[in-house]
């Protein structure tokens, strides 16, 4: 069995990668939520988990990539701009 930690050359191991496609999955599911509420899609709620999926897509695409040092700055930029902060429900 592999080491799910090793990067295999990548931007972020397997581990991280498999947390990211659960989270992805998690944000699909709860803006599906949302726009059922009244107000749907122009909820800044929903608005902040579209941003977030957007994010957390970027992530992915990038983290499975060949690893360079521009490829993980871009990951590191996006954990110090905060881009995958707690919304909270309501």
Known sequence: MANPLRLNGKN????????????????????????????????????????????????IRVGQLPFTPLRMLRLYEGCINNELQPIPYD
């Open 12 to 59: 972020l191991c397997d581990a991280a990668l498999e947390v990211l496609h659960n989270l992805r999955v998690h944000l699909i599911a709860r803006m599906n939520v949302e726009r059922e509420k009244p107000g749907g899609t122009r909820r800044q709620t929903f608005r902040l988990l579209r941003t977030q999926l957007k994010s957390v897509i970027e992530f």
